[in-house]
């Protein structure tokens, strides 16, 4: 078992959104296959980038951010961790799946039933894609590397005796790439994991829980509905490998205490802005990443952290997926 906490420094992001980077347009390679359903929800689409090869190859599926309110699967466009899986023989898919806007679906529905059965279809169309089923990955950035823990940890729901083919299929995965995720969406657990006072979510006017369960006040959030999303407690041994990073490009230092007090503030845009600064934060602190550290320790699973809370060197995330997907020579 191999676990190595490392670090970085930072500068401040604020958005659930994924952080632009600096990519040539000229140079990214279009989908090979676009907009192919794998669900009944008009949102269940995916674009393929296949790998042109003699045999079959990996699969690494991107999963967009935006707080499960919002996102594209064209996210998967601002970094280069695409179009270097894709040079090193690895095939991408990435996903757009229901989002929690407008309350109609809940954050374990998305989970449960988006998540899994995208990866379930991929299976199950594995021999005409060209893709290994015993080879894949999932990766995404703020709430699409809790979407990829999630798929890493959660228990197959494959069912042998279904007459869907698809639904036959194992929807577990090999290798997770989260990059400044939430360890759980159990968000009474994050006082304690950020190490903030335990009424942050009132103090910084956090909503995004109540999207994701779809009520109007945390009150009406019973134990049940956040044990259904509770993604720490589902690790085991025989998991995926996982790679969880949290640096300063991604939202932000937080290698100081998280200022929550905002009545010192006078001015009303300062106060907001600084309320909106700490629920960012908080929701992409690398304590979440060091917490996953400490289940995979736990449970003897191949772990990488990166946070800012050791120094050390920086590998990134698409050398761990290549390590874990491909052969070695």
């Not at 699409?144 to 823990?149: D, K, P, R, T």
């Not at 942050?200 to 049940?224: K, M």
Request: net charge negative.
């Amino acid at each position: 078992m191999k676990n190595i906490i490392k670090g970085v420094a930072a500068t401040l992001c604020l958005s659930w959104i994924l952080p632009i980077f600096v990519v040539d347009a000229a140079a990214e390679t279009a989908p090979t296959i676009e907009n192919m359903r794998y669900g009944k929800y008009k949102e269940n689409v995916m674009d393929i980038y296949l790998v042109d090869s003699a045999t079959p190859v990996p699969l690494a599926i991107f999963i967009h951010g935006g707080g499960f309110k919002s996102g594209t699967k064209t996210q998967v466009d601002d970094t280069d961790v695409k179009e270097t899986l894709l040079a090193a023989g690895i095939s991408v898919a990435t996903i757009d799946y229901r989002v929690t806007a407008d309350k109609e679906y809940t954050l374990d529905q998305i989970l449960r039933e988006d998540m899994t059965l995208a990866v379930q279809m991929l299976r199950h169309r594995a021999a005409s894609l060209n893709i290994d089923p015993a080879h894949f990955a999932a990766w995404g950035n703020s709430a699409g590397a809790g979407a990829a823990l999630y798929l890493g940890v959660a228990d197959d729901i494959a069912d042998p005796t279904n007459t869907d083919p698809v639904r036959r299929q194992s929807s577990k995965i090999q290798v997770v790439g989260h990059l400044a995720g939430q360890s759980t969406y159990d968000t009474t657990q994050w006082a304690s994991i950020v190490d903030v006072d335990p009424n942050w979510a009132e103090l910084s006017e956090f909503e995004d829980d109540l999207y994701w369960f779809n009520v109007d006040s945390r009150d009406q959030i019973t134990p049940e509905m956040y044990a259904k999303v509770d993604i720490a407690a589902l690790f085991t041994a025989d998991d995926a490998a996982i790679y969880s990073e949290k640096t300063p490009d991604r939202y932000g230092t937080d290698a100081g205490p998280i200022n929550l007090d905002f009545d010192s503030i006078v001015d009303d845009d300062e106060r907001e802005e600084a309320k909106r600064a700490a629920r960012v934060l908080i929701a992409h602190s690398s304590k979440h990443a060091s917490f996953i550290g400490e289940h995979c320790t736990a449970v003897g699973l191949t772990c990488e952290i990166i946070t800012t809370i050791e120094p050390g060197p920086k590998r990134e995330l698409s050398d761990f997926m290549i390590e874990q997907l491909l052969p070695t020579p």
